[in-house]
Each structure stands twice: as C-alpha cells, then as structure tokens.
C-alpha cells in the first residue's frame, strides 16, 4: 500500500530488498523497504511524470530508453541472460543520430587532451561537427577566484585556473546541440552542468589516482580503500608522504 510521506527521504542506496521482490521492480505485490520513494512519496512521483507531458522532453525519455535498449544483443532469446553489447563512446554517437543532433561539445580536462583529440576524430568519423573546449581556455589566473600562491599546483608563477562557466559559454554561443564532458574535476563538472544550456552527458569522469576509473576505490572500498569508510580518513587537505 503506497502512502506520501514527504518526511521519508529517499533511500534506495539502503534498500535490502529482494531485486524480485522490490515494489519498483514489482508493481504487482512488490515491498518496499524505509525510504522508498515509490511506496511513499506518490505527490512527488506524480509531479515528475507530468513533466513527460512536455513533448520534448518525452522524446528524450523515449530515445534514451531505446538507447538503452539498444545497448544488449539477443534480446529475444528465452531465457534471457544479460549480454552487454556496446560501449559508452558507441551509445553515445548512437543517441546523437536518434535525436538528430549534428553539432556536439566537448568539454575536456588539460590532462585528457589527447584523449579528446581521439574523441574528437571519432565524433567527426561519425558524421559531427565538433566543438572542443579545455578547462584551461581563456587563461583565468587562479588570483581572479581568490587564491593565493600556496593555493596553486605550480607555485611561484601564473597558473590558470580551470574556467568550466567560460567552456559551458563557448559551446553555448556555439550553438552545440548535444554536450560530452571528459575528465572534468568534481566541482567544475557542476559548474558546467549549471551554466550549460544543451543537454550533457558525461563520457568519462577524473580520477587522477585510478586512471580515471573512480569506481575501482569503491570496488576496493572493503580492502585496500578501507580508510573510506573510517571517519574522518576520507577528507584531508595533508599531502600524501613522498618517498
């Protein structure tokens, strides 16, 4: 039985429901555990659907779940076993011609440069016309943030600061139908995402430590990341002992 209890935060991370079980799994008979949103905040849940009445925004919706779709082979077979058949760099080109967008962004880290001259050559291998920004375009000195000397990678000279609103405005005055984001830092990436006016995605995410893969730290996190998961272990501003 659904109740709305705006209270109740959403908590689906904690959830220890059965996956064959779960109410947004199971319409039918389904539970759901503390803090689930679809047994308990029906207002909310009907606010979010209405906004599909937008016809843009259900296009979006539809072709993206298509593209989901689209992202495993022999869906027909019975029984069906999961068989993952497509790479994000491919899905992403795919979206791109399903919504018709001919003119792409790239937003990219410095320390990714090659890599976005990669991506680059495959977006327009692909049939795009292609905008590139580096974080470090319009050469911002890190003093117009507020930062001092100590505050800098490279100290005792100018040092630019990465400029995401100045990326967000060159591939908005571009005209860019459709934007990717590779390696941007945390912090820069939502300043991106709040001075973007076209739709974004994120083709990959920076992890100076993992090679950009911050997923194995969390992989890791019940052994050699352990110092996650203590209090106070996860953030601090020490740098790390060199040998």
């Known amino acids: 039985m659904t109740t709305d209890q705006k209270d109740i935060a959403a908590a689906c991370a904690d959830c220890k429901v059965a996956k ?132 800098k990678i490279f100290q005792g000279g100018f040092e630019a600061a990465c400029n995401p609103v100045y990326q967000a405005e060159l591939l908005n005055r571009a005209g860019c139908d459709f934007n990717l984001l590779l390696g941007l830092c945390v912090g820069h990436d939502s300043l991106f995402f709040m001075n973007a006016t076209a739709p974004t995605t994120v083709l990959a995410v920076k992890d100076r430590v993992t090679g950009h893969n911050p997923m194995a730290a969390i992989y890791l996190s019940h052994s050699y990341y352990t110092r996650m998961k203590t209090p106070g272990m996860c953030v601090t501003d020490q740098e790390p002992e060199q040998d």
């Open 20 to 151: 064959d079980k779960r109410a947004c799994l199971v319409p039918e008979g389904g539970v759901g555990g503390k803090g689930c949103p679809t047994e308990h905040q029906q207002e909310a849940l009907s606010a979010a659907n209405a906004k599909y009445d937008d016809p843009d925004t259900l296009e979006f919706a539809k072709q993206a779940s298509l593209q989901e779709a689209a992202g495993y082979a022999n869906r027909h077979q019975r029984p069906y076993v999961v068989q993952p058949s497509k790479t994000r760099m491919q899905e992403v080109c795919e979206f791109a011609h399903r919504m018709g967008y001919r003119k792409l962004g790239l937003a990219f880290c410095m320390g990714l440069r090659k890599e976005a001259g990669m991506v680059s050559d495959i977006l327009k291998a692909q049939g795009f016309e292609v905008v590139s920004a580096m974080c470090k375009a319009g050469a911002m000195p890190k003093e117009r943030l507020g930062l001092g000397e100590e505050d």
